[in-house]
């Protein structure tokens, strides 16, 4: 039985990923959300965490969540909409704290039980905006989205473990998510993507489940699904 953790699991992408493992006899899984998750609609029971990320840190992280994952999936998505020149530094502080310090920390404690069992997959995700320094309303997102694309040097040695770690730097993907964002026009977004669409939340999913399931030989890696961008 293999313990899956989706953070963000509300978001579109964790939605569409949850639907397809939901089915798997030998995934057990656990869903992180912070506002709202239809859990009536699911037969089957899942494991749920409420929780705000930024009030994570090293002495209640273990307490919220297992340590004991062995596929760990980062789709939180904090945007604060603020831009370069009026960004605040506790805003900003929050933002990466949310999207990518309290999720390494939620990694760190796994990776012990991971390197026992020979086995662990971690999916972290990234933006293509941090290739333009992110959009007018979304300088603290990007560069807490630069951030994931560090791999650190002792996680990139856990190959020889089994355990695979790759970053999915993700392009413009029609989910809820835009609807967050200030002063952008989706319209004129798309007509600078080479492949001129919008990825859907279920391709972003299949590489996901691709990375899950089919694995074994892609780590360290920032795989990117940009539509050629």
């Known amino acids: 039985m293999k313990k899956v ?27 992180h959300f912070n506002k709202k998750f239809p859990k009536k609609k699911y037969k ?25 994952y062995d596929i760990i999936i980062n789709l939180v998505g904090y945007v604060s909409n603020q ?11 929050k933002t990466i704290l949310i999207n990518s310090f309290a999720p390494l920390l939620i990694i760190k404690n796994s990776i012990k039980n991971m390197k026992k069992k020979n ?21 603290a997102y990007s560069l807490s989205k630069h951030i994931n694309e560090f791999i650190p ?22 989910t809820r998510f835009h609807k967050k964002i200030k002063n952008k026009s989706i319209k004129k977004r798309i ?20 990375l899950i399931h089919n694995n074994n030989f892609i780590t360290n890696e920032i795989i ?6």
């Open 5 to 31: 953790l989706i953070l963000g699991g509300n978001s579109d992408i964790g939605v569409k990923i949850i639907n397809t493992l939901i089915n798997e006899k030998k995934i057990s899984l656990t869903v």
């Open 44 to 68: 089957r029971s899942l494991s749920f965490i409420k929780k705000d990320l930024s009030k994570i840190n090293e002495k209640n992280v273990k307490k919220i969540f297992d340590n004991n």
């Open 83 to 93: 831009s370069f020149q009026n960004f605040s530094l506790k805003e900003i502080q």
């Open 119 to 139: 086995f662990g997959r971690i999916i972290n995700t990234s933006s293509v905006g941090i290739k333009f320094g992110g959009g007018l309303s979304t300088f």
């Open 153 to 174: 040097y002792e996680i990139r040695k856990l190959s020889s473990k089994n355990i695979l770690y790759n970053t999915l730097r993700i392009g413009v993907t029609n």
């Open 191 to 210: 007509k600078l993507i080479p492949i001129k669409k919008m990825a859907s939340s279920n391709d972003i999913a299949n590489y996901i489940i691709f």
């Open 224 to 229: 990117n699904i940009t539509g050629g961008e």
